[in-house]
């Protein structure tokens, strides 16, 4: 925001409320039944946001740096970020706003072993964390907005929402299977959003104008506004987004800048607390991503895209929730209901030499949808004994449809998917020696029936399976001192199996020598087992967070073509270790600075491949896992000042390096290491704010990764070039 805000807790309702900030203060959000018997801290917006266990660092000035009473939501209660014992990293909104990141594709250069794995268009991303990439099939990565399971078969990209008006991120690395279920193997991210105030009226606006190195220009516009309806009672809030980024590519006829898009972004909440122990809040979220192209190249420098005139990728997601909170003394009950719709229509045109022309056209039509439920009691109070018990369920279906203009050797297909899932989970803990020693056992049954038909190509099917699992968690949490964390924590992740397409399975790979598939892909799981540490030091100026792993990837997914066709297979097992390691220090000597590291180091690689496999030229036993670095790094330097009178100074440095990684199996390409730097420099005074910031200030062009779209064409995707923009806001 243009001008920094800070949660307090409302002592009249206990809703959350933004109160301005003077120069030089702030307040930590304090958790709803501890609050009162915490101290109050006096913190940085750059702690709050920040925490790696390890985030970044932000620019407001703080009286006593201390960075100790972060609070996340992340194990389904509110607790202090250092004290849990899981890798989980808090980034705040304010403090994305603050180094100009404005989507999750950014906010993941921010965490440690994570990465983007496959983007054809900026409305369809995936990421992996720790090495357990997606290839084809369900998420790795499980996704939330509040409490809405943004999940689905066939729903298997992130949502691609801004990051505007968003309380903070959460992102928690390593397989969260127990308390979220199905598709959590590599991680799970939250977006948690910045609720209705019941007391003041408020509001933001911001716009900004960007020039792209070797592009089109583009802009953004946000705005917000949160009404009172009944004081202390009933309130909505409002935002929206839209932001228009300038194509750069050029295509095969030297037509210019011809990848442009624009995503629109509108979310509704209202707030209702019948009574001080109940409140009921209603979210709908609505997103728009609209592209003239894609992101595929065929050359590097200068970058000529696959997309040829006529080219579209559009995709759209809408978002319903509805979640009921109610204090009952001993627990409190959340319910928590939500329907998500996602669709996609694109159409791409592709070299192709059997096709009329040579130009291969292909027209994709996605319809799905999902309904998913949770209904959980969490334990309340300072004893010993803490538990979790909940209920999930989901009940999705998928419709696409297929058409080329080559019918005769890729006739059009039409499929249709249904799922069917309910859970069952818990957690128990109970603490032991004076509370420095906490024991936590949880578990969850997962069932789910699928279903697939599909007509096409002369080969129609009818296909279901069931897949299940019981899914442990074993935690070990050691609190030798009350600057010291120390935990063990082993779970295991799942995913369910997928259903590939009949036709080209069982025709065209069968039929004309290619890889033997099958119609049905199995589950895979994996066992995690990690050891974590967690040190806050220097009178809560410096935190430090270590954790190293080791995985256990059982009947791995993965994607291997042939004539350009990929289907799934599963390869055998593989091997995952890697060590994460963040750094926050807000020195109290220097007022208004807050420097913070990331990093991570992972080896991944297949140990025992399906001998069928292992006898073609696909993999081989002792190759890296696609679509995974071998390292990541962040730094962040945050820093603000009095310039004179009541302006204030604001300025930030980010710098994100990406190891090398092996993209889609039969592309024999590799992406390159790369370089991503970003700024942002202004100035405020009272609710008015002006910032000069840049993108990838290095202009990197490598590589990412690479993918094979179609028949022998290798593609590569590429990080967006350099942009430089400025920035005006105002807050009310």
């Known amino acids: 925001m243009v001008r920094p805000h800070v949660l307090t807790e409302d002592p009249g309702n206990g809703a959350q409320s933004r109160n301005s900030r003077t120069p030089g203060e702030a307040t930590m959000e304090m958790s709803r039944n501890e609050s009162a018997s915490r101290k109050t801290a006096a913190v940085t917006a750059a702690a709050l946001a920040a925490a790696l266990s390890a985030g970044f660092a932000g620019?407001?000035?703080?009286?006593?740096?201390?960075?100790?009473?972060?609070?996340?939501?992340?194990?389904?209660?509110?607790?202090?970020?250092?004290?849990?014992?899981?890798?989980?990293?808090?980034?705040?909104?304010?403090?994305?706003?603050?180094?100009?990141?404005?989507?999750?594709?950014?906010?993941?250069?921010?965490?440690?072993?994570?990465?983007?794995?496959?983007?054809?268009?900026?409305?369809?991303?995936?990421?992996?964390?720790?090495?357990?990439?997606?290839?084809?099939?369900?998420?790795?990565?499980?996704?939330?907005?509040?409490?809405?399971?943004?999940?689905?078969?066939?729903?298997?990209?992130?949502?691609?929402?801004?990051?505007?008006?968003?309380?903070?991120?959460?992102?928690?690395?390593?397989?969260?299977?127990?308390?979220?279920?199905?598709?959590?193997?590599?991680?799970?991210?939250?977006?948690?959003?910045?609720?209705?105030?019941?007391?003041?009226?408020?509001?933001?606006?911001?716009?900004?104008?960007?020039?792209?190195?070797?592009g089109d220009n583009g802009n953004y516009f946000d705005g917000v506004v949160s009404l009172p309806l009944v004081e202390d009672r009933l309130g909505v809030r409002v935002a929206a987004s839209q932001e228009v980024t300038g194509g750069y590519q050029e295509d095969a006829f030297g037509n210019e800048d011809i990848n442009e898009f624009q995503i629109t972004t509108v979310r509704g909440e209202m707030l209702w607390r019948p009574a001080d122990s109940v409140s009921i809040e209603l979210m709908a979220l609505t997103n728009e991503a609209e592209s003239d192209g894609g992101t595929l190249l065929i050359s590097l420098d200068p970058p000529v895209g696959t997309s040829l005139p006529g080219d579209y990728n559009n995709n759209f997601f809408d978002l319903y929730s509805g979640t009921l909170e109610w204090?009952?003394?001993?627990?409190?009950?959340?319910?928590?209901?939500?329907?998500?719709?996602?669709?996609?229509?694109?159409?791409?045109?592709?070299?192709?030499?059997?096709?009329?022309?040579?130009?291969?056209?292909?027209?994709?039509?996605?319809?799905?949808?999902?309904?998913?439920?949770?209904?959980?009691?969490?334990?309340?109070?300072?004893?010993?004994?803490?538990?979790?018990?909940?209920?999930?369920?989901?009940?999705?279906?998928?419709?696409?449809?297929?058409?080329?203009?080559?019918?005769?050797?890729?006739?059009?297909?039409q499929a249709a998917y249904g799922s069917e899932s309910v859970s069952v989970f818990g957690e128990i803990s109970y603490s032991l020696m004076d509370g420095t020693l906490i024991p936590l056992v949880g578990l969850r049954y997962f069932t789910d029936d699928r279903d697939s038909t599909t007509i096409g190509g002369g080969i129609d099917s009818s296909l279901d399976d069931t897949f299940d699992s019981w899914n442990p968690r074993f935690n070990l949490q050691w609190l030798p001192r009350e600057d010291t964390n120390l935990y063990i924590n082993i779970a295991k992740g799942f995913r369910s199996g997928i259903f590939n397409t009949p036709f080209y399975c069982s025709g065209l790979h069968r039929g004309l020598g290619g890889l033997p598939c099958s119609d049905a892909v199995d589950s895979d799981t994996l066992w995690s087992y990690e050891l974590g540490a967690k040190w806050t030091l220097a009178d809560g100026q410096l935190l430090i967070d270590l954790a190293g792993y080791y995985m256990d990837w059982q009947d791995v997914h993965q994607a291997a073509p042939f004539l350009g066709l990929f289907q799934s297979y599963q390869f055998g097992d593989a091997e995952v270790i890697g060590l994460d390691v963040g750094l926050l220090?807000?020195?109290?000597?220097?007022?208004?600075?807050?420097?913070?590291?990331?990093?991570?180091?992972?080896?991944?690689?297949?140990?025992?491949?399906?001998?069928?496999?292992?006898?073609?030229?696909?993999?081989?036993?002792?190759?890296?896992?696609?679509?995974?670095?071998?390292?990541?790094?962040?730094?962040?330097?945050?820093?603000?000042?009095?310039?004179?009178?009541?302006?204030?100074?604001?300025?930030?440095?980010?710098?994100?390096?990406?190891?090398?990684?092996?993209?889609q199996f039969g592309t024999d390409a590799e992406g390159d290491d790369r370089d991503l730097l970003r700024a942002r420099i202004g100035a405020s005074v009272g609710n008015f704010g002006v910032y000069l910031f840049g993108k990838n200030l290095l202009d990197e062009s490598d590589a990412i990764y690479s993918q094979t779209p179609a028949m022998g064409l290798v593609t590569f995707t590429q990080d967006y070039p350099r942009q430089i923009g400025v920035e005006v806001g105002y807050d009310f």
């Open 327 to 413: 204090d009952l003394g001993f627990a409190t009950l959340t319910a928590n209901v939500a329907r998500v719709e996602f669709d996609n229509e694109s159409e791409q045109v592709l070299p192709f030499p059997f096709a009329p022309g040579g130009l291969l056209s292909v027209a994709y039509a996605t319809d799905s949808e999902a309904l998913n439920s949770e209904t959980r009691l969490v334990s309340q109070g300072d004893g010993p004994l803490q538990w979790v018990l909940g209920f999930f369920y989901s009940d999705s279906e998928s419709e696409a449809d297929t058409a080329t203009n080559l019918p005769s050797l890729l006739p059009p297909t």
């Open 59 to 214: 620019q407001a000035l703080a009286e006593e740096p201390s960075i100790e009473e972060i609070v996340v939501t992340a194990q389904k209660r509110e607790q202090r970020l250092q004290e849990t014992p899981v890798a989980v990293q808090a980034l705040a909104g304010e403090l994305l706003d603050d180094i100009s990141v404005r989507d999750l594709n950014e906010v993941m250069t921010l965490v440690p072993g994570a990465s983007e794995e496959l983007s054809n268009t900026p409305g369809l991303r995936r990421f992996q964390i720790r090495g357990i990439a997606q290839s084809l099939g369900d998420s790795t990565v499980g996704y939330y907005v509040n409490d809405a399971a943004f999940i689905g078969y066939q729903i298997n990209f992130a949502p691609v929402a801004r990051t505007f008006d968003i309380e903070r991120v959460e992102v928690l690395r390593g397989p969260q299977s127990t308390l979220y279920g199905n598709g959590s193997m590599g991680g799970t991210v939250r977006y948690i959003t910045r609720k209705p105030d019941l007391v003041d009226f408020e509001g933001a606006f911001r716009a900004a104008y960007t020039d792209t190195a070797g």
């Open 585 to 663: 220090y807000a020195p109290a000597s220097i007022e208004g600075l807050t420097l913070q590291v990331t990093a991570n180091f992972n080896q991944s690689e297949f140990v025992d491949l399906d001998p069928t496999l292992d006898a073609t030229v696909v993999a081989d036993e002792g190759d890296e896992l696609p679509f995974v670095p071998d390292m990541t790094l962040s730094a962040t330097a945050s820093y603000s000042w009095s310039l004179t009178g009541n302006w204030m100074g604001h300025a930030s440095l980010s710098y994100s390096r990406i190891g090398s990684q092996l993209g």
